[in-house]
Protein backbone atom coordinates (compact mmCIF):
# COMPACT_ATOMS: atom_id res chain seq x y z
CA UNK A 1 0.00 0.00 0.00
CA UNK A 2 2.38 2.41 0.84
CA UNK A 3 4.80 1.60 -2.24
CA UNK A 4 1.61 1.88 -4.23
CA UNK A 5 0.98 5.52 -2.70
CA UNK A 6 4.74 6.32 -3.56
CA UNK A 7 4.63 4.67 -7.29
CA UNK A 8 0.95 7.23 -7.22
CA UNK A 9 3.43 10.81 -6.12
CA UNK A 10 6.34 9.58 -8.93
CA UNK A 11 3.41 9.43 -11.36
CA UNK A 12 1.88 12.73 -10.07
CA UNK A 13 5.29 14.35 -10.81
CA UNK A 14 5.83 12.76 -13.97
CA UNK A 15 2.92 14.32 -14.94
CA UNK A 16 3.87 17.62 -13.72
CA UNK A 17 7.01 17.23 -15.96
CA UNK A 18 5.59 16.73 -18.61
CA UNK A 19 3.35 19.33 -18.81
CA UNK A 20 5.83 21.66 -17.48
CA UNK A 21 5.52 24.62 -20.13
CA UNK A 22 8.46 26.60 -21.08
CA UNK A 23 7.92 30.38 -20.30
CA UNK A 24 9.96 31.22 -23.43
CA UNK A 25 7.69 29.73 -26.22
CA UNK A 26 3.85 30.39 -27.11
CA UNK A 27 4.49 26.85 -28.60
CA UNK A 28 1.40 24.32 -27.69
CA UNK A 29 3.32 20.84 -28.39
CA UNK A 30 0.94 18.64 -25.97
CA UNK A 31 -2.02 19.43 -28.77
CA UNK A 32 0.34 19.89 -32.12
CA UNK A 33 4.18 18.91 -32.11
CA UNK A 34 6.52 19.60 -35.57
CA UNK A 35 8.59 16.67 -36.19
CA UNK A 36 10.39 17.65 -39.33
CA UNK A 37 11.22 21.13 -40.84
CA UNK A 38 11.47 21.70 -44.83
CA UNK A 39 13.64 24.93 -45.48
CA UNK A 40 13.91 26.88 -49.39
CA UNK A 41 15.23 30.49 -49.28
CA UNK A 42 16.92 32.98 -51.31
CA UNK A 43 19.60 34.61 -49.10
CA UNK A 44 19.40 38.30 -50.00
CA UNK A 45 22.26 40.24 -49.86
CA UNK A 46 21.25 43.54 -50.71
CA UNK A 47 17.73 43.60 -48.47
CA UNK A 48 19.46 41.61 -45.61
CA UNK A 49 16.94 39.04 -45.39
CA UNK A 50 15.81 35.43 -45.94
CA UNK A 51 12.88 34.87 -48.59
CA UNK A 52 11.11 31.66 -49.19
CA UNK A 53 9.22 28.91 -47.16
CA UNK A 54 9.20 26.72 -43.99
CA UNK A 55 6.86 23.52 -44.57
CA UNK A 56 5.93 21.59 -40.93
CA UNK A 57 5.14 18.13 -40.77
CA UNK A 58 3.29 18.09 -37.86
CA UNK A 59 1.97 15.09 -34.98
CA UNK A 60 -1.67 16.01 -33.35
CA UNK A 61 -3.06 14.79 -30.38
CA UNK A 62 -5.79 17.06 -30.38
CA UNK A 63 -7.68 17.40 -33.66
CA UNK A 64 -9.63 20.70 -32.49
CA UNK A 65 -6.24 22.70 -31.01
CA UNK A 66 -4.48 25.64 -33.52
CA UNK A 67 -0.96 25.38 -34.41
CA UNK A 68 1.10 27.93 -32.43
CA UNK A 69 4.10 29.06 -33.48
CA UNK A 70 7.15 31.45 -32.21
CA UNK A 71 7.76 34.69 -34.64
CA UNK A 72 9.95 37.90 -34.26
CA UNK A 73 9.30 40.08 -36.66
CA UNK A 74 8.36 37.64 -39.50
CA UNK A 75 6.49 38.88 -42.49
CA UNK A 76 4.10 36.35 -42.92
CA UNK A 77 2.56 36.19 -46.38
CA UNK A 78 0.87 33.14 -46.74
CA UNK A 79 -0.28 29.90 -45.07
CA UNK A 80 -1.51 26.93 -46.40
CA UNK A 81 -2.08 23.04 -45.23
CA UNK A 82 -2.17 19.54 -46.59
CA UNK A 83 -3.25 16.43 -45.60
CA UNK A 84 -1.05 14.37 -47.94
CA UNK A 85 2.14 16.66 -48.67
CA UNK A 86 1.22 17.35 -52.03
CA UNK A 87 -1.73 19.67 -52.80
CA UNK A 88 -1.48 22.53 -50.15
CA UNK A 89 -5.18 24.20 -49.61
CA UNK A 90 -4.89 28.45 -48.35
CA UNK A 91 -5.36 28.58 -44.16
CA UNK A 92 -6.26 31.48 -42.31
CA UNK A 93 -3.52 32.79 -39.57
CA UNK A 94 -3.43 35.57 -37.00
CA UNK A 95 0.00 36.92 -35.58
CA UNK A 96 -0.60 38.01 -32.01
CA UNK A 97 0.90 41.33 -30.58
CA UNK A 98 4.69 41.14 -30.73
CA UNK A 99 6.06 40.96 -26.54
CA UNK A 100 9.69 42.52 -26.59
CA UNK A 101 11.08 39.36 -24.96
CA UNK A 102 9.16 36.72 -26.68
CA UNK A 103 7.94 38.04 -30.27
CA UNK A 104 4.62 37.12 -31.56
CA UNK A 105 2.41 34.13 -31.73
CA UNK A 106 1.36 32.88 -35.39
CA UNK A 107 -1.66 30.83 -34.45
CA UNK A 108 -3.18 28.64 -37.42
CA UNK A 109 -6.21 27.10 -37.07
CA UNK A 110 -5.90 22.88 -38.77
CA UNK A 111 -8.94 21.10 -40.92
CA UNK A 112 -9.25 17.75 -40.22
CA UNK A 113 -6.82 15.34 -41.03
CA UNK A 114 -3.70 18.36 -41.98
CA UNK A 115 -0.68 17.05 -41.74
CA UNK A 116 1.65 19.88 -43.27
CA UNK A 117 1.66 23.59 -42.86
CA UNK A 118 3.78 25.58 -45.51
CA UNK A 119 4.61 29.31 -44.43
CA UNK A 120 5.71 31.86 -47.22
CA UNK A 121 7.62 34.31 -45.92
CA UNK A 122 10.38 37.00 -45.36
CA UNK A 123 12.62 38.05 -42.19
CA UNK A 124 12.99 41.56 -41.18
CA UNK A 125 16.42 43.12 -41.98
CA UNK A 126 17.25 43.73 -38.17
CA UNK A 127 16.40 39.85 -37.45
CA UNK A 128 17.84 39.00 -34.15
CA UNK A 129 19.28 35.83 -34.79
CA UNK A 130 20.95 36.90 -38.38
CA UNK A 131 23.65 38.50 -38.91
CA UNK A 132 24.80 40.09 -42.12
CA UNK A 133 28.10 41.01 -42.55
CA UNK A 134 29.51 43.98 -45.43
CA UNK A 135 32.42 43.20 -47.47
CA UNK A 136 34.85 45.02 -44.72
CA UNK A 137 33.78 43.26 -41.80
CA UNK A 138 35.41 40.28 -43.23
CA UNK A 139 38.89 39.09 -43.33
CA UNK A 140 38.85 38.82 -47.26
CA UNK A 141 36.79 42.61 -47.95
CA UNK A 142 35.27 41.53 -51.09
CA UNK A 143 32.44 39.74 -49.94
CA UNK A 144 29.54 39.81 -47.63
CA UNK A 145 28.86 37.45 -45.26
CA UNK A 146 25.71 36.28 -43.03
CA UNK A 147 25.51 33.85 -39.94
CA UNK A 148 22.81 32.39 -37.69
CA UNK A 149 22.94 32.48 -34.03
CA UNK A 150 19.77 30.74 -32.56
CA UNK A 151 20.94 30.00 -29.47
CA UNK A 152 18.47 31.14 -26.95
CA UNK A 153 15.27 32.30 -29.06
CA UNK A 154 16.08 33.66 -32.10
CA UNK A 155 15.49 30.47 -34.39
CA UNK A 156 11.85 32.11 -34.11
CA UNK A 157 13.48 35.72 -36.01
CA UNK A 158 14.16 33.78 -39.09
CA UNK A 159 12.22 30.49 -39.12
CA UNK A 160 8.48 30.41 -37.85
CA UNK A 161 8.44 27.30 -35.41
CA UNK A 162 7.96 25.73 -32.14
CA UNK A 163 11.27 27.65 -30.44
CA UNK A 164 11.29 25.41 -27.35
CA UNK A 165 14.39 22.89 -26.69
CA UNK A 166 11.64 20.59 -25.49
CA UNK A 167 10.56 19.96 -29.29
CA UNK A 168 12.96 18.21 -31.38
CA UNK A 169 12.99 18.17 -35.71
CA UNK A 170 14.70 16.74 -38.21
CA UNK A 171 15.41 18.77 -41.01
CA UNK A 172 16.11 19.50 -45.07
CA UNK A 173 17.13 22.89 -46.31
CA UNK A 174 17.21 24.03 -49.80
CA UNK A 175 19.60 27.69 -50.00
CA UNK A 176 19.98 29.69 -52.91
CA UNK A 177 22.92 32.22 -52.49
CA UNK A 178 24.84 34.68 -54.93
CA UNK A 179 27.00 32.38 -56.74
CA UNK A 180 30.60 32.89 -55.47
CA UNK A 181 29.62 31.97 -52.20
CA UNK A 182 29.43 28.77 -49.96
CA UNK A 183 26.15 28.20 -47.85
CA UNK A 184 27.02 25.80 -44.68
CA UNK A 185 24.78 24.35 -42.06
CA UNK A 186 24.41 22.31 -38.98
CA UNK A 187 23.75 19.52 -40.85
CA UNK A 188 24.95 17.15 -43.39
CA UNK A 189 27.70 19.42 -45.75
CA UNK A 190 29.52 18.44 -48.86
CA UNK A 191 32.83 20.33 -48.65
CA UNK A 192 33.29 19.95 -52.10
CA UNK A 193 29.94 20.57 -53.69
CA UNK A 194 30.25 22.35 -56.86
CA UNK A 195 30.20 26.55 -56.05
CA UNK A 196 26.85 27.35 -57.56
CA UNK A 197 25.07 29.09 -55.07
CA UNK A 198 22.55 26.49 -55.06
CA UNK A 199 22.90 23.90 -51.78
CA UNK A 200 20.63 21.59 -50.37
CA UNK A 201 21.14 20.22 -46.52
CA UNK A 202 20.00 17.01 -44.28
CA UNK A 203 19.64 16.82 -40.81
CA UNK A 204 18.29 13.65 -39.90
CA UNK A 205 18.92 13.78 -35.87
CA UNK A 206 16.08 14.95 -34.35
CA UNK A 207 17.40 18.53 -32.96
CA UNK A 208 16.18 21.48 -30.83
CA UNK A 209 15.60 24.81 -32.78
CA UNK A 210 18.02 26.56 -30.93
CA UNK A 211 20.79 23.98 -32.84
CA UNK A 212 19.31 24.94 -36.48
CA UNK A 213 22.27 27.31 -38.31
CA UNK A 214 23.43 28.77 -41.29
CA UNK A 215 26.13 30.64 -42.66
CA UNK A 216 26.73 31.68 -46.15
CA UNK A 217 30.20 33.64 -46.97
CA UNK A 218 33.40 33.29 -49.52
CA UNK A 219 34.65 29.41 -47.31
CA UNK A 220 37.25 27.39 -48.33
CA UNK A 221 37.99 23.89 -46.34
CA UNK A 222 40.49 21.80 -44.80
CA UNK A 223 40.75 18.39 -43.68
CA UNK A 224 42.15 17.80 -40.26
CA UNK A 225 41.18 14.02 -39.53
CA UNK A 226 38.86 11.48 -40.82
CA UNK A 227 35.76 12.71 -39.19
CA UNK A 228 37.22 16.78 -38.55
CA UNK A 229 37.69 19.56 -40.78
CA UNK A 230 37.87 23.38 -41.02
CA UNK A 231 36.04 26.10 -42.80
CA UNK A 232 36.69 29.54 -43.05
CA UNK A 233 37.46 32.95 -45.19
CA UNK A 234 40.35 32.17 -47.46
CA UNK A 235 42.32 34.50 -45.28
CA UNK A 236 42.24 32.74 -41.91
CA UNK A 237 42.37 28.82 -43.23
CA UNK A 238 45.86 28.11 -42.62
CA UNK A 239 46.17 29.04 -39.55
CA UNK A 240 42.77 28.06 -38.43
CA UNK A 241 43.96 24.71 -39.58
CA UNK A 242 47.21 25.03 -37.50
CA UNK A 243 45.55 25.69 -34.25
CA UNK A 244 42.80 23.45 -34.77
CA UNK A 245 44.98 20.57 -35.56
CA UNK A 246 44.08 18.34 -32.51
CA UNK A 247 40.32 17.99 -33.17
CA UNK A 248 40.27 14.49 -34.20
CA UNK A 249 42.43 13.57 -30.97
CA UNK A 250 39.67 15.62 -29.08
CA UNK A 251 36.98 13.51 -30.86
CA UNK A 252 38.82 9.88 -30.17
CA UNK A 253 39.48 10.85 -26.47
CA UNK A 254 36.03 12.07 -26.14
CA UNK A 255 34.86 8.90 -27.43
CA UNK A 256 36.95 6.83 -25.15
CA UNK A 257 35.44 8.35 -22.18
CA UNK A 258 31.60 9.07 -22.98
CA UNK A 259 30.86 6.30 -25.86
CA UNK A 260 30.71 6.97 -29.83
CA UNK A 261 29.86 10.08 -31.18
CA UNK A 262 26.46 9.81 -32.90
CA UNK A 263 26.97 13.17 -35.32
CA UNK A 264 28.96 11.91 -38.03
CA UNK A 265 31.53 14.72 -38.71
CA UNK A 266 32.45 17.16 -36.31
CA UNK A 267 33.51 20.28 -38.13
CA UNK A 268 34.58 23.87 -37.57
CA UNK A 269 33.66 27.12 -39.01
CA UNK A 270 35.62 29.93 -37.93
CA UNK A 271 33.63 32.95 -38.16
CA UNK A 272 34.44 37.00 -38.75
CA UNK A 273 35.42 38.30 -35.93
CA UNK A 274 32.19 39.90 -34.83
CA UNK A 275 30.66 36.21 -33.51
CA UNK A 276 29.39 37.32 -30.20
CA UNK A 277 29.87 33.76 -28.23
CA UNK A 278 32.97 32.32 -28.12
CA UNK A 279 31.81 29.14 -29.95
CA UNK A 280 28.65 27.66 -30.55
CA UNK A 281 27.50 23.81 -30.71
CA UNK A 282 25.51 24.01 -33.62
CA UNK A 283 25.53 20.09 -34.72
CA UNK A 284 28.13 18.53 -37.11
CA UNK A 285 29.23 22.37 -37.78
CA UNK A 286 30.96 24.23 -34.29
CA UNK A 287 30.63 27.83 -35.02
CA UNK A 288 33.70 29.52 -33.50
CA UNK A 289 35.18 32.67 -32.53
CA UNK A 290 38.86 33.66 -34.42
CA UNK A 291 39.65 34.91 -30.96
CA UNK A 292 40.89 31.40 -30.03
CA UNK A 293 43.00 31.57 -33.05
CA UNK A 294 46.08 32.42 -30.49
CA UNK A 295 49.16 30.68 -32.44
CA UNK A 296 49.84 28.25 -29.94
CA UNK A 297 47.11 26.16 -29.76
CA UNK A 298 46.31 27.44 -26.05
CA UNK A 299 42.50 28.31 -26.57
CA UNK A 300 41.25 25.44 -27.50
CA UNK A 301 39.51 24.15 -24.65
CA UNK A 302 37.06 26.16 -26.35
CA UNK A 303 36.89 23.45 -29.26
CA UNK A 304 37.23 20.80 -26.09
CA UNK A 305 33.26 22.52 -24.97
CA UNK A 306 31.75 22.87 -28.33
CA UNK A 307 32.80 19.06 -29.17
CA UNK A 308 31.46 18.17 -25.71
CA UNK A 309 28.09 19.78 -26.05
CA UNK A 310 27.68 16.70 -28.80
CA UNK A 311 27.12 14.57 -25.83
CA UNK A 312 25.29 17.19 -23.27
CA UNK A 313 23.04 19.83 -24.91
CA UNK A 314 22.70 18.24 -28.16
CA UNK A 315 22.19 14.40 -27.60
CA UNK A 316 20.38 14.93 -23.99
CA UNK A 317 19.10 18.81 -24.27
CA UNK A 318 17.90 21.17 -21.43
CA UNK A 319 13.54 21.22 -21.84
CA UNK A 320 13.59 25.00 -20.99
CA UNK A 321 16.10 27.64 -20.11
CA UNK A 322 15.76 27.23 -16.50
CA UNK A 323 17.54 23.97 -16.99
CA UNK A 324 20.32 25.26 -18.89
CA UNK A 325 22.79 24.28 -16.57
CA UNK A 326 22.06 20.80 -17.56
CA UNK A 327 23.85 21.56 -21.32
CA UNK A 328 26.68 24.74 -19.69
CA UNK A 329 27.44 22.41 -16.22
CA UNK A 330 27.74 19.18 -17.93
CA UNK A 331 29.98 20.63 -20.88
CA UNK A 332 32.14 22.60 -19.21
CA UNK A 333 32.76 18.94 -16.92
CA UNK A 334 33.59 17.46 -20.08
CA UNK A 335 35.63 19.82 -21.57
CA UNK A 336 38.24 19.79 -18.83
CA UNK A 337 37.88 15.84 -18.62
CA UNK A 338 39.09 15.90 -22.38
CA UNK A 339 41.27 18.75 -21.75
CA UNK A 340 43.18 16.24 -19.17
CA UNK A 341 43.02 13.06 -21.54
CA UNK A 342 44.65 15.37 -24.36
CA UNK A 343 46.92 18.00 -22.64
CA UNK A 344 47.41 16.34 -18.86
CA UNK A 345 46.01 16.90 -15.33
CA UNK A 346 48.24 20.24 -14.88
CA UNK A 347 46.11 21.81 -17.59
CA UNK A 348 43.08 20.49 -16.48
CA UNK A 349 43.85 21.90 -12.82
CA UNK A 350 44.56 25.01 -14.63
CA UNK A 351 41.61 25.56 -16.54
CA UNK A 352 39.12 24.58 -13.34
CA UNK A 353 40.96 26.95 -10.85
CA UNK A 354 40.53 29.75 -13.20
CA UNK A 355 36.93 28.31 -13.62
CA UNK A 356 36.38 28.88 -9.63
CA UNK A 357 37.91 32.32 -9.76
CA UNK A 358 35.72 33.62 -12.67
CA UNK A 359 33.12 32.02 -10.92
CA UNK A 360 33.27 33.64 -7.82
CA UNK A 361 34.47 36.89 -9.07
CA UNK A 362 31.53 37.02 -10.81
CA UNK A 363 28.49 35.87 -8.17
CA UNK A 364 30.05 38.69 -5.96
CA UNK A 365 28.21 41.25 -8.33
CA UNK A 366 24.94 39.00 -8.88
CA UNK A 367 21.66 39.12 -7.33
CA UNK A 368 20.54 35.85 -5.49
CA UNK A 369 18.42 34.62 -7.51
CA UNK A 370 20.83 34.80 -10.59
CA UNK A 371 23.59 32.34 -8.22
CA UNK A 372 20.72 29.18 -8.32
CA UNK A 373 21.48 26.51 -10.79
CA UNK A 374 17.72 26.10 -11.27
CA UNK A 375 17.36 30.17 -11.69
CA UNK A 376 13.57 31.07 -12.35
CA UNK A 377 13.86 33.22 -15.98
CA UNK A 378 9.92 33.89 -16.04
CA UNK A 379 9.52 37.47 -17.81
CA UNK A 380 12.54 37.37 -18.22
CA UNK A 381 15.47 37.18 -21.54
CA UNK A 382 17.41 33.79 -21.53
CA UNK A 383 19.72 35.79 -22.78
CA UNK A 384 20.39 37.32 -19.30
CA UNK A 385 20.96 33.53 -18.14
CA UNK A 386 24.23 33.14 -19.93
CA UNK A 387 26.40 33.78 -16.81
CA UNK A 388 29.31 31.88 -14.94
CA UNK A 389 26.66 30.30 -12.91
CA UNK A 390 25.33 27.30 -15.21
CA UNK A 391 28.71 26.74 -16.71
CA UNK A 392 31.14 26.69 -13.72
CA UNK A 393 28.87 26.08 -10.85
CA UNK A 394 27.22 23.33 -12.85
CA UNK A 395 30.42 21.79 -13.63
CA UNK A 396 31.65 22.09 -9.55
CA UNK A 397 28.67 20.12 -8.88
CA UNK A 398 29.78 17.10 -11.32
CA UNK A 399 32.54 17.37 -9.38
CA UNK A 400 31.67 16.93 -6.18
CA UNK A 401 29.63 13.86 -7.28
CA UNK A 402 32.84 12.63 -9.04
CA UNK A 403 35.03 12.94 -5.93
CA UNK A 404 31.90 11.40 -3.52
CA UNK A 405 31.04 8.47 -5.58
CA UNK A 406 34.50 7.75 -7.22
CA UNK A 407 35.66 8.51 -11.48
CA UNK A 408 35.25 4.74 -12.46
CA UNK A 409 31.14 4.80 -10.55
CA UNK A 410 30.96 8.46 -11.67
CA UNK A 411 31.96 7.89 -15.65
CA UNK A 412 29.61 4.78 -15.86
CA UNK A 413 26.69 7.04 -14.67
CA UNK A 414 27.44 9.47 -17.26
CA UNK A 415 27.48 7.12 -19.77
CA UNK A 416 24.05 5.61 -19.24
CA UNK A 417 23.09 9.04 -18.99
CA UNK A 418 23.86 9.93 -22.39
CA UNK A 419 22.70 6.57 -23.83
CA UNK A 420 19.69 6.17 -21.83
CA UNK A 421 18.34 9.45 -22.91
CA UNK A 422 20.16 10.48 -25.74
CA UNK A 423 17.70 12.85 -27.98
CA UNK A 424 15.57 13.72 -25.30
CA UNK A 425 14.95 16.96 -23.76
CA UNK A 426 14.97 16.82 -20.08
CA UNK A 427 13.93 18.93 -16.98
CA UNK A 428 16.56 19.43 -14.00
CA UNK A 429 13.98 17.43 -11.85
CA UNK A 430 13.98 14.51 -14.37
CA UNK A 431 17.59 14.79 -14.13
CA UNK A 432 17.21 14.43 -10.59
CA UNK A 433 14.64 11.27 -10.98
CA UNK A 434 17.57 9.54 -13.00
CA UNK A 435 20.48 10.54 -11.00
CA UNK A 436 18.82 9.04 -7.84
CA UNK A 437 17.56 6.21 -9.76
CA UNK A 438 21.52 5.44 -11.36
CA UNK A 439 23.90 6.52 -8.66
CA UNK A 440 22.46 7.85 -5.42
CA UNK A 441 19.95 4.99 -4.33
CA UNK A 442 22.38 2.55 -4.94
CA UNK A 443 24.70 4.44 -2.68
CA UNK A 444 23.13 6.47 0.45
CA UNK A 445 26.12 6.79 2.90
CA UNK A 446 27.92 8.33 -0.11
CA UNK A 447 24.81 10.16 -1.55
CA UNK A 448 24.35 11.89 2.17
CA UNK A 449 27.10 13.52 1.46
CA UNK A 450 26.03 15.82 -1.24
CA UNK A 451 23.83 18.42 -0.26
CA UNK A 452 22.01 18.23 -3.90
CA UNK A 453 19.15 19.97 -2.75
CA UNK A 454 21.52 22.75 -1.78
CA UNK A 455 23.09 22.73 -5.19
CA UNK A 456 20.07 22.73 -7.11
CA UNK A 457 18.30 25.68 -5.52
CA UNK A 458 20.04 27.85 -3.51
CA UNK A 459 22.02 31.21 -4.28
CA UNK A 460 26.43 30.18 -3.34
CA UNK A 461 28.14 27.57 -3.17
CA UNK A 462 27.48 24.34 -0.51
CA UNK A 463 30.73 24.48 2.03
CA UNK A 464 31.41 21.26 0.99
CA UNK A 465 31.97 22.37 -2.63
CA UNK A 466 35.31 21.49 -4.59
CA UNK A 467 38.21 23.86 -4.49
CA UNK A 468 39.84 22.85 -7.57
CA UNK A 469 43.77 24.06 -7.29
CA UNK A 470 47.01 24.28 -9.28
CA UNK A 471 50.27 23.65 -8.11
CA UNK A 472 51.42 25.61 -11.42
CA UNK A 473 49.47 28.26 -9.95
CA UNK A 474 51.47 28.45 -6.38
CA UNK A 475 54.65 28.69 -8.33
CA UNK A 476 52.99 31.98 -10.13
CA UNK A 477 51.82 33.51 -7.08
CA UNK A 478 55.18 32.82 -5.79
CA UNK A 479 56.84 34.62 -8.18
CA UNK A 480 54.36 37.14 -8.83
CA UNK A 481 55.03 37.74 -4.44
CA UNK A 482 58.78 37.95 -5.13
CA UNK A 483 58.31 40.50 -7.68
CA UNK A 484 55.62 42.96 -5.55
CA UNK A 485 58.26 42.64 -2.97
CA UNK A 486 60.78 44.33 -5.05
CA UNK A 487 62.99 41.22 -4.91
CA UNK A 488 63.11 40.47 -8.61
CA UNK A 489 62.45 42.42 -11.76
CA UNK A 490 59.83 41.85 -13.95
CA UNK A 491 62.82 40.15 -16.79
CA UNK A 492 63.45 37.70 -14.51
CA UNK A 493 60.02 36.13 -14.17
CA UNK A 494 59.99 32.80 -15.80
CA UNK A 495 57.25 34.44 -18.04
CA UNK A 496 58.11 32.57 -21.53
CA UNK A 497 58.15 29.01 -19.96
CA UNK A 498 54.24 29.73 -19.05
CA UNK A 499 51.49 28.38 -20.55
CA UNK A 500 48.78 30.61 -21.79
CA UNK A 501 47.18 29.88 -18.04
CA UNK A 502 49.85 30.60 -15.96
CA UNK A 503 50.10 34.00 -17.81
CA UNK A 504 46.45 34.62 -17.19
CA UNK A 505 46.80 33.58 -13.39
CA UNK A 506 50.17 36.11 -13.02
CA UNK A 507 47.99 38.39 -14.15
CA UNK A 508 44.72 38.51 -12.45
CA UNK A 509 46.81 37.87 -9.56
CA UNK A 510 48.76 41.11 -10.01
CA UNK A 511 45.47 42.98 -10.71
CA UNK A 512 44.02 42.13 -7.18
CA UNK A 513 47.12 43.03 -5.42
CA UNK A 514 47.10 46.35 -7.17
CA UNK A 515 43.67 46.90 -6.01
CA UNK A 516 43.45 44.52 -3.25
CA UNK A 517 39.61 44.07 -2.66
CA UNK A 518 37.11 45.22 -0.14
CA UNK A 519 36.37 41.74 1.04
CA UNK A 520 39.01 39.92 2.35
CA UNK A 521 40.27 36.36 2.05
CA UNK A 522 41.48 36.70 -2.21
CA UNK A 523 44.49 34.61 -3.02
CA UNK A 524 46.51 38.00 -3.13
CA UNK A 525 46.37 39.13 0.26
CA UNK A 526 49.20 38.57 1.58
CA UNK A 527 50.81 40.70 -1.14
CA UNK A 528 48.11 43.28 -1.03
CA UNK A 529 49.60 46.69 0.21
CA UNK A 530 48.03 50.06 -0.25
CA UNK A 531 50.29 51.29 -3.68
CA UNK A 532 50.26 54.90 -4.91
CA UNK A 533 48.79 55.65 -8.54
CA UNK A 534 52.40 56.67 -9.24
CA UNK A 535 53.61 53.48 -8.06
CA UNK A 536 51.15 50.84 -9.84
CA UNK A 537 51.80 52.34 -12.78
CA UNK A 538 55.54 51.86 -12.90
CA UNK A 539 54.48 48.35 -11.81
CA UNK A 540 52.18 48.21 -14.68
CA UNK A 541 55.00 49.92 -17.05
CA UNK A 542 57.73 47.72 -15.97
CA UNK A 543 55.14 44.51 -16.56
CA UNK A 544 54.59 45.86 -20.69
CA UNK A 545 57.98 46.48 -21.32
CA UNK A 546 58.92 42.90 -19.77
CA UNK A 547 56.50 40.71 -21.89
CA UNK A 548 54.44 42.89 -24.64
CA UNK A 549 51.07 42.65 -22.86
CA UNK A 550 49.59 45.79 -25.25
CA UNK A 551 51.06 44.21 -28.28
CA UNK A 552 49.60 40.67 -27.00
CA UNK A 553 47.95 39.12 -29.84
CA UNK A 554 46.59 36.71 -27.09
CA UNK A 555 42.87 37.44 -27.14
CA UNK A 556 42.79 36.48 -23.42
CA UNK A 557 45.53 37.82 -22.41
CA UNK A 558 45.13 41.21 -24.04
CA UNK A 559 41.52 41.45 -22.99
CA UNK A 560 43.03 41.26 -18.82
CA UNK A 561 45.32 43.53 -19.55
CA UNK A 562 42.74 46.04 -21.17
CA UNK A 563 41.00 45.11 -18.33
CA UNK A 564 43.69 46.02 -15.69
CA UNK A 565 44.73 49.03 -17.83
CA UNK A 566 41.41 50.53 -17.70
CA UNK A 567 41.14 50.43 -13.71
CA UNK A 568 44.46 51.80 -13.18
CA UNK A 569 44.56 54.44 -16.09
CA UNK A 570 47.63 52.90 -17.89
CA UNK A 571 46.99 54.93 -20.82
CA UNK A 572 50.26 53.54 -23.12
CA UNK A 573 47.62 50.66 -23.75
CA UNK A 574 44.74 52.93 -24.86
CA UNK A 575 45.09 52.86 -28.24
CA UNK A 576 45.43 49.50 -28.35
CA UNK A 577 42.17 49.56 -26.43
CA UNK A 578 40.41 50.97 -28.79
CA UNK A 579 41.77 49.14 -31.37
CA UNK A 580 40.95 45.56 -29.54
CA UNK A 581 36.94 46.69 -29.35
CA UNK A 582 36.77 47.93 -32.52
CA UNK A 583 37.91 44.61 -34.17
CA UNK A 584 36.48 42.03 -31.55
CA UNK A 585 32.73 41.45 -31.36
CA UNK A 586 32.88 38.60 -28.76
CA UNK A 587 30.28 39.72 -26.03
CA UNK A 588 32.53 37.94 -23.19
CA UNK A 589 35.48 40.77 -23.71
CA UNK A 590 34.06 43.52 -24.90
CA UNK A 591 31.07 44.08 -22.35
CA UNK A 592 33.35 43.78 -19.36
CA UNK A 593 35.72 46.01 -20.54
CA UNK A 594 32.75 48.89 -21.47
CA UNK A 595 31.44 48.58 -18.14
CA UNK A 596 34.43 49.16 -16.93
CA UNK A 597 35.52 52.21 -18.82
CA UNK A 598 31.89 53.70 -17.80
CA UNK A 599 32.28 53.14 -14.14
CA UNK A 600 34.53 57.01 -14.21
CA UNK A 601 32.85 59.85 -16.18
CA UNK A 602 35.97 60.12 -18.47
CA UNK A 603 35.85 56.72 -19.01
CA UNK A 604 32.16 56.44 -20.08
CA UNK A 605 32.80 59.31 -22.41
CA UNK A 606 35.76 57.24 -24.22
CA UNK A 607 33.49 54.32 -23.72
CA UNK A 608 30.25 55.30 -25.68
CA UNK A 609 32.94 57.35 -28.33
CA UNK A 610 34.63 54.12 -29.54
CA UNK A 611 30.80 52.50 -29.15
CA UNK A 612 29.44 54.93 -31.78
CA UNK A 613 31.74 53.37 -33.86
CA UNK A 614 31.79 49.88 -32.80
CA UNK A 615 28.48 49.25 -32.45
CA UNK A 616 27.28 48.58 -36.24
CA UNK A 617 30.02 45.95 -36.63
CA UNK A 618 28.68 44.22 -33.48
CA UNK A 619 26.05 41.46 -33.37
CA UNK A 620 22.48 42.24 -32.47
CA UNK A 621 22.85 40.02 -28.82
CA UNK A 622 26.58 41.51 -28.10
CA UNK A 623 24.34 45.57 -29.13
CA UNK A 624 21.32 44.55 -26.99
CA UNK A 625 23.64 43.73 -23.51
CA UNK A 626 26.30 46.56 -24.22
CA UNK A 627 22.62 48.85 -24.99
CA UNK A 628 21.46 48.75 -21.31
CA UNK A 629 24.86 48.97 -19.83
CA UNK A 630 25.45 52.30 -21.40
CA UNK A 631 22.24 53.35 -21.61
CA UNK A 632 22.65 53.59 -25.16
CA UNK A 633 19.97 56.32 -26.24
CA UNK A 634 18.48 54.39 -29.25
CA UNK A 635 16.25 51.60 -27.66
ZN1 LIG B 1 28.50 25.69 -23.95
Known amino acids: ?38 LDWDVLFDQKILKGTTTLTIERTSQTE ?11 ERVETSVNGLEYTPATFTVGTSDKILG ?28 WLAPAQTAGKKDPFMFTQ ?21 YNAHVRTPRNLLAVMSAENDAHTPRDGDYSFR ?37 AARELSDTEKMVVATERLYGAYRWGRFDILVLPPSFPFGGMENPRLTFATPTILAGDKSLVSLVAHELAHSWSGNLVTN ?15 LERRILEAVYGRAREEMEASLGLRELLEEMATLEDRDEILHVDLTGRDPDDGFTNVPYEKGALFLRHLEQTFGRVQFDRFLRSYFNLLAFQSITTEQFLTH ?193 QDLKWPSQ
Open 1 to 38: MKRLVYFFFVLMALSINVAAQDTHSYANPSAVRVRHVD
Open 66 to 76: PLILDTRDLNI
Open 104 to 131: APLTIPLPAGATRVRIQYSTSPGASGLQ
Open 150 to 170: SQAIHARSWIPLQDTPAVRVT
Open 203 to 239: MRQPIPSYLIALAVGDLRFRTLGPRTGVYAEPQMIDR
Open 319 to 333: ATWRDFWLNEGFTVY
Open 435 to 627: LRQYLLDDNPALAARVPIDEWINNAGLPSSAPKPTSPAFARVEEQAQRWLRGEITATQIPVAKWTTQERLHFLKFVQSALEPPASAGGPADAAATQLSQTERLRLMGELDRAFQLTRSGNSEIAFQWLMMSIQDKYEPAYPRLEEFLLSVGRRKFIRPLYQELAKTPEGKERALAIYRRARPTYHPIAVTSID
